[in-house]
């Protein structure tokens, strides 16, 4: 989600819409929260689920002024051009933005550990900004109906708040703090030396609705949920083991393979046809993900190891004078430390479009191509593939992305027929003209290379510590 907290977003079970509803909390709205000091303004509102604020900025010529709602299951940023929040319901809870000036509800959320969210306002699941970031601790001395803050946890939450910059921090002023008799009276002024100017107010204090989302609930009363097609897209792409299949360009159709890029969790490769690699398409190369230690080692009396490779590693495919694939091994240094190769390569299963489904539609009567004009999952996607200086260079402008599920694959492309396929089709403008790059995918849980294998890959590691172990007994005999 753009701008917050990154989350693992999981597919909900299949349930009757009937069943869900925003869960009910009976809030006890109290005329007379009457408070004597700005400690005790910021004691309640640290503990508090229920409150609006009014933020106001002033940044040279420009004034900008919004709302942030706090209920107990909903909460609700309406800064314009950025306006998200999150909804809990009787299953868990899901986020919302504004697309389109649409509400547009993510399916259900699941924290970084894989857990289930039950509570817009649960620590672990760290969704949004607002008094429960700060500490009473910070305000012992706010005894008065003033307060200046200078602490960095309470600058911090504002500078999270008012969606300013971390780098920022240096040019932060002590946050103020004023209180008459009453919680909404408690106002606040966040400045920065550069000039910007931070003002807020609380209002609503256990009064707060928010209706849109009430709005949204009596009409949809449902979190997102994938039609059954573009789910099967997404759930293709979890065990990150699949081929792409690229095509000649040099030919009007999809009859001819320039290549194949090989995806699993263990490794990556990408092969190429001599004529296209030698015509600039790319080079083949892969990497292999290895965690394990060899050894040690009893050899010439002295004990070699052990040897620990940690990592995803460089490696190529060569055939020998017999036609047969050999896996080589670059051991000297990892490209990463990860050996995780999916994190290393950035695969597609983890494109923003798959884990943001709800901005997908339908494109027109095809029920198995889904669409999206959404400028972060474009974005995304051209990031993915790393297509950005490509696409600059030829003048086109990516502006959407399409997406489809072809269970039988197409005869339009070569190698398709007969298998699941998916393809991706890239929509960019091209001076003035429409055209779409295509992505296409295959061999879903069946890829394989048959000379990269955890044995294999064990075989090369120990030719390479037996050739270092020889290498050291014929110089300890030629007395080097």
């Not at 430390?337 to 494109?363: I, R």
Request: hydrophobic share 30%; net charge negative.
């Amino acid at each position: 989600m753009k701008g917050k907290n990154k989350l693992l977003l999981f597919v909900a079970s299949t349930c009757l819409l009937s069943s869900i509803s925003i869960m009910n909390v009976n809030v006890a709205a109290n005329d007379d929260e009457k408070v004597s000091s700005v400690s005790e303004a910021i004691d309640k509102l640290i503990n508090a689920h229920n409150y609006t604020l009014q933020i106001s900025t002033k940044a040279g010529p420009i004034d900008i002024n919004y709302e942030v709602y706090y209920t107990e299951n909903g909460f609700y940023d309406n800064y314009l051009g950025d306006e998200y929040g999150f909804v809990a319901v009787n299953d868990g809870v899901f986020s919302f933005d504004l697309y389109n000036r649409k509400m547009t509800s993510s399916k259900l959320l699941f924290n970084d550990e894989g857990e289930k969210i039950t509570s817009i306002w649960d620590s672990k699941a760290n969704l949004f900004n607002g008094f429960h970031k700060m500490s009473i601790n910070d305000f012992k001395e706010a005894t008065g109906k003033t307060f200046a803050s200078n602490s960095k946890r309470t600058k911090n939450a504002f500078l999270n708040l008012f969606k300013i910059d971390f780098g920022k921090y240096q040019y932060v002023e002590p946050v103020s703090f004023t209180v008459d008799d009453n919680i909404n009276t408690l106002q606040f002024t966040f400045s920065m030396t550069t000039g910007e100017q931070y003002f807020g107010k609380v209002i609503d204090y256990n009064k707060t609705k928010i209706d849109l989302i009430d709005n949204y609930l009596s009409e949809n009363n449902s979190y997102h949920q994938s039609a059954q097609e573009l789910q099967q897209i997404i759930d293709l792409f979890d065990n990150y083991n699949y081929t792409r299949l690229i095509y000649a360009d040099d030919v009007d159709d999809y009859s001819v393979i320039a290549g194949k890029e090989i995806y699993d969790k263990d490794y990556f490769y990408t092969f190429f046809d001599p004529k296209y690699m030698l015509a600039g398409y790319g080079y083949e190369i892969g990497m292999v993900g290895i965690d394990k230690t060899y050894g040690p080692y009893e050899a010439n009396g002295k004990t070699y190891g052990p040897y620990t490779f940690n990592g995803s590693y460089y490696c190529s495919i060569k055939e020998d004078e017999n036609g047969e694939q050999k896996l080589q091994i670059m051991t000297s240094m990892p490209i990463s430390k990860d050996p995780f190769v999916p994190n290393v390569y950035n695969y597609p299963t983890f494109l923003k479009c798959f884990s943001s489904p709800q901005y997908f539609d339908e494109t027109g009567n095809n029920t198995t191509q889904y669409y999206t004009s959404k400028v972060d999952c474009v974005t995304d996607f051209v990031n993915n593939f790393q297509l950005g200086a490509n696409l600059q260079e030829t003048g086109a402008v990516p502006i959407g992305l399409y997406v489809q599920y072809l269970p039988n694959g197409d005869e339009k492309y070569a190698q398709t027929l007969g298998k699941e396929t998916v393809v991706f089709e890239l929509e960019v403008s091209y001076y003035g003209a429409i055209t779409t790059i295509p992505f296409v995918y295959v061999d879903f849980n069946t890829t394989k290379i048959d000379c990269i294998s955890q044995d294999l890959i064990d075989q090369y590691i120990n030719g390479v510590i037996e050739s270092i172990i020889k290498e050291d007994a014929n110089n300890t005999e030629s007395g080097e």
